[in-house]
């Protein structure tokens, strides 16, 4: 018999799943996982927190649309790690959290460490379970690595019980996923053109996960073809390039109004991917889930969410990459002429990106203009939280998938590890982390990750000295009674050099094209740090205009 190890056995299915790189905090509960990683081929990069750690492996399914898969060790390394599993869950990520558990023989017995993780897990998961016996470890991996990517993708759980690990057995391997052919035919793609075309002021809606540079190009294709106006969803910009003519904008927090108004207007909605939630309706104020008062044609790879909350007048239970993909090669048919309703979207986008001054030596609406129009055409931008990102998803243009990473779940600390797993995964490149001083505290260790595996990403933090996003409610709400909302920041230009990193402080607007050159060609991870000035809450609100608001 040629038995192997748990951990071996672990290892040898990752490989049959194509997995190239996994994301690791180490812990003694599975050393026999880390011995079967040691000379695997599979690159494990070792982070500095399990947050970190299930983020960047939640970048990295992004980026590639295959399951990120991260390995953390028992008790606070997988809630650490729960973070990132939240926001693989809220973003539709496929995404496999391998955890090491206490030997299964001392169950029950609030051993070291010991957590029930089914339990633990349950609302956060698809699913999460506990492996006790060693040979059905290739069972339960291809189990997860299907849930991962069925339906609505999204987070599967694995805890390993260490000596599940390290017992030996004799079992074959499972092959791997088998591939999906594309799940849509002619008869669908021509109901849901015919439905189109009854409409005279349509607008397309591009969101949801597991996108790829071909469906951005083809959703273009698609606009352009047929003269419609496009918008996406919170957090999903570079499903379609922003510079492209039919780009109507993002139904974000703090949308634009003029872009509410027309998805109000709107008689008919192509959904194509996303679920159309709280924040794309504007708290289902903009479209009512109970009276419409439009035609909606939904695309959503799970059924189950196909008249969950909005009832569609034409619903396919697919994904959004294979729908667009034949979208993409259809002709226009004859159909109402929709050029002036679309001009009129785009103008209203170009409207609302002219930058409005805010206080200030640096204007961080002019810092993100400035990115927009410098960056090279490659370039990928990441964010996680926080008032500063209203200035980004307002004013910066992304480009085309992969141009832009941001958590819709909306948890800070995301876009360093973020940017970190796609430098990786991109290393040609330009990574760009747009971080607040509160967001980029949350996950600022893994600079030490980055420096150990070569990930040169730069870090633009947006230092206002202040929790800005509940600075702005709490002016709403309490005016004048600052409390809890102010912070004490270190120098961020030499936390980037205390590392062997490049750092540099910036406090005039006119400073920061070179400061970001500089940056980009420093050929290790660099910090350009913004002192902005904390009057300046919004792109459109001052600490003043906030409180005159709360008091009428």
């Known amino acids: 018999m040629t038995t192997r190890h748990g951990g071996q056995i672990l290892v040898d299915q990752l490989k049959a799943q194509g997995v190239r790189r996994v994301f690791s905090v180490p812990g003694e509960s599975f050393l026999a996982a880390l011995d079967g990683l040691h000379e695997s081929g599979i690159e494990n990069i070792v982070c500095r927190h399990e947050g970190g750690a299930a983020m960047m492996a939640e970048a990295h399914a992004k980026l590639t649309g295959e399951p990120g898969v991260a390995f953390v060790t028992r008790g606070p390394g997988a809630t650490n790690a729960s973070s990132g599993i939240h926001v693989a ?40 379970a506990e492996i006790d016996q060693t040979e059905r470890l290739p069972e339960y991996i291809s189990r997860a690595f299907h849930l991962a990517r069925s339906g609505r993708p999204g987070p599967v759980v694995l805890a390993l019980p260490e000596n599940m690990l390290s017992a030996r057995a004799d079992v074959p391997d499972i092959r791997p996923v088998a591939p999906s052919p594309p799940s849509v035919c002619g008869e669908q793609i021509g109901a849901v053109i015919e439905m189109l075309c009854k409409a005279e002021r349509p607008l397309v809606i591009a969101g949801g996960s597991v996108w790829s540079t071909a469906t951005a190009e083809g959703l273009a294709g698609f606009a352009e073809r047929f003269g419609l106006p496009v918008c996406v969803t919170f957090r999903r910009m570079d499903r379609i390039d922003n510079r492209h003519p039919n780009y109507a904008g993002d139904l974000a927090v703090g949308m634009n109004p003029k872009l509410a108004g027309r998805l109000r207007e709107a008689d008919c909605l192509l959904v194509l991917g996303a679920r159309l939630g709280d924040i794309a309706t504007g708290s289902y104020e903009l479209v009512d889930p109970a009276a419409p008062g439009k035609t909606i044609i939904h695309i959503h790879p799970d059924p189950d969410e196909l008249g969950r909350v909005f009832r569609p007048d034409l619903g396919l239970a697919a994904p959004a990459v294979d729908v667009i993909a034949r979208l993409s090669r259809r002709e226009a048919p004859d159909r109402p002429d929709w050029s002036a309703w679309t001009k009129a979207a785009r103008a209203d986008y170009e409207a609302w990106i002219t930058p409005r001054e805010t206080p200030g030596a640096v204007k961080l609406e002019q810092v993100i203009c400035q990115l927009s129009e410098n960056l090279p055409e490659n370039a990928i931008i990441t964010n996680g939280a926080g008032n500063y990102a209203a200035f980004l ?64 990403v730069v870090v633009i933090v947006c230092n206002n000295g202040q929790y800005g996003t509940i600075r702005m409610h709490q002016e709403k709400t309490y005016p004048g009674r600052v409390s809890g909302t102010q912070m004490f920041n270190p120098d961020y230009a030499a936390f980037a050099r205390a590392y062997g990193g490049h750092g540099v402080r910036v406090e005039r607007t006119e400073d920061f094209l070179t400061a970001l050159e500089e940056a980009l060609s420093a050929g290790c991870p660099a910090v350009i740090e913004l002192m902005l000035d904390p009057d300046a809450l919004s792109p459109g609100l001052t600490v003043a205009q906030a409180q005159a608001l709360a008091l009428g």
Request: aromatic share 12%; hydrophobic share 40%; net charge positive.
């Open 89 to 128: 869950k809220q973003d539709s990520t496929p995404l496999v959290l391998f955890v090491g558990q206490i030997d299964n023989r001392h169950r029950d017995r609030e051993a070291f460490q010991e957590v029930n993780y089914r339990e633990f897990f349950k609302p956060l998961a698809k699913w999460a």
């Open 393 to 456: 998803h307002r004013y910066l243009r992304a480009r085309a998938f992969p141009g832009h990473l941001a958590p819709t779940s909306g948890s800070m600390g995301y876009g360093f590890p973020a940017a970190i797993a796609a430098k990786l995964e991109h290393p040609d490149r330009p990574v760009i982390c747009m971080a607040g001083d509160g967001c980029f505290q949350m996950t600022l260790n893994e600079m030490s990750t980055a420096r150990q595996y070569g990930a040169n």
